[in-house]
């Protein structure tokens, strides 16, 4: 069951990774978009009423909001724990450089399989939720941001 379990949080994981990034091309294109009427040079936020000025600002700073969460949930997790199991990619190479080590936990971890098994589990349905909170929030942001840039032309 937990194997089971751990493909479907590595699926998950992917998933969280793919929407980071589908996030990360809404808010670039975005950029672009808002961007367009500032390089001709004949229109500058500065000519909106004051109400229009702050909602354009407001506009950016909810983009640099989901550019952020984007990112942050994009960015490469690694776990931070020091545990002489090696149950991912991050301990073989925290290990690689004493070879005697690394085999020292090879064969704790064969050992105690389930609890690695069950220690991976963990880690990366943790992270894979931490990555859809970010991305709920990004998506989010950028929706705030469009509705706020919208009102600022309105």
Not at 11 to 29: C, I, N
Not at 31 to 58: E, F, N, Y
Not at 106 to 131: D, F, H, I, N, P
């Amino acid at each position: 069951m937990a194997e089971a379990l751990l493909a479907q949080s590595r699926e998950e994981l992917r998933r969280a990774d793919s929407k980071a990034l589908q996030g990360l091309a809404v808010v670039a294109a975005l950029a672009v978009l808002w961007t367009a009427p500032l390089t001709d040079g004949l229109w500058r936020p500065a000519s909106l009423h004051w109400s229009g000025q702050l909602s354009w600002w407001l506009g950016w700073a909810l983009w640099c909001a989901a550019a952020g969460s984007f990112g942050a949930a994009a960015f490469p997790w690694l776990s931070s724990a020091r545990t002489e199991s090696v149950v991912y990619f991050g301990d073989v190479s925290r290990l690689a450089g004493n070879l005697r080590r690394l085999s020292a936990a090879l064969s704790k971890t064969a050992s105690t399989y389930v609890q690695g098994l069950l220690a991976e589990l963990a880690w990366t349905s943790r992270t894979a939720m931490r990555k859809y909170q970010l991305v709920r929030v990004g998506f989010a942001a950028v929706a705030l941001a469009t509705a706020a840039m919208l009102l600022a032309l309105a």
